[in-house]
């Protein structure tokens, strides 16, 4: 079977692309998916928030991509899910673009032979240089996860811009299938607002799962766990949940 490759993407920093990742993931896992993580990030927080030390792994997504080790060499297994691990060496390729001869499609060569998994999904980085072209070059889907905050908005015209370039000059199939709002607050007048406001400009591109604001949530990396295993009957994990049946039924 051909993967459903999703990049989670926003170049705003701290919006929750690694909690959406990682708990999108073990979400699907749980839902019985063959799910492959893969983190793209050179802060490398997905990896850490597993519990992977990352500064001292040796096989990392960098060395795939550079060719240095095979795919399957540096995958590890986190509950029931494969993990292609980062670590700060990755921050090289935003600086040496000229040593990657296949360019914007070197991690899509990479991923290409991959037919054991249903979604392979991918941590962007908070910026959309070349790293980032990368991720939605290989990727069908786009999700981007939202607060609904009064700044959300201001970064989305630009993040369309870019995804359209990418559309047009890589990837004419990818989509942008789903914004995630997350963080979110009932409590906070504005956080509805914006939800509102943010339905009536994207429409159905919204997923209807809104990923509340549970500090659980935000604990569970510190022990390198993900929502199911730290509290499986929080707002966060029932939340997750919920997308993650809302991913699948959508394919
Ligand atoms: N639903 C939630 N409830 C509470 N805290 C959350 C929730 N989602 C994310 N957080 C917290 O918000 C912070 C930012 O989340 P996260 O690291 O996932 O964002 P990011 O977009 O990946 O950031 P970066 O751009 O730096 O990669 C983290 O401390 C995380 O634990
Ligand atoms: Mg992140």
């Known amino acids: 079977m051909k993967p459903d490759i999703i990049a989670l993407c926003n170049q705003k920093g701290g919006v929750g692309k690694t909690t959406c990742a990682l708990n999108i993931a073990a979400g699907l896992t749980r839902l019985g998916k063959k799910v492959l993580l893969v983190d793209f990030d050179p802060q490398a927080h997905l990896t850490y928030s597993l519990g992977i030390v990352a500064h001292d792994l040796q096989k990392t997504v960098y060395s795939v991509i550079k060719g240095l080790v095979p795919l399957e060499e540096a995958l590890l297994e986190h509950s029931g899910m494969s993990v292609l691990p980062a670590n700060i060496d990755l921050a090289q390729m935003e600086n040496e673009k000229a040593a990657f001869p296949e360019g914007e499609f070197t991690l899509k060569n990479k991923l290409a032979g991959i037919r054991d998994k249903e979604y392979i999904l991918i941590d962007c980085p908070p910026s959309t240089g070349f790293i980032t072209v990368n991720a939605l070059a290989c990727s069908r889907e786009i999700y981007i996860p939202l607060q609904m905050e009064f700044l959300a908005l201001k970064g989305m015209g630009r993040l369309m811009n870019r995804i359209e370039e990418v559309q047009k000059s890589f990837n004419k199939n990818l989509k942008i299938s789903g914004i995630i709002p997350t963080r ?15 339905r009536e400009r994207f429409g159905d591109k919204v997923f209807s799962t809104v990923i509340r604001e549970n500090i659980v949530v935000a604990e569970a990396p510190s022990f390198g766990q993900t929502i199911f295993e730290y509290a499986p009957r929080s707002h966060g994990a029932e939340d997750f949940l919920s997308l993650c049946e809302e991913i699948v039924k959508k394919k």
């Open 184 to 198: 979110f607050d009932a409590r906070k007048k504005l956080n509805n607002a914006i939800m509102d406001s943010i």
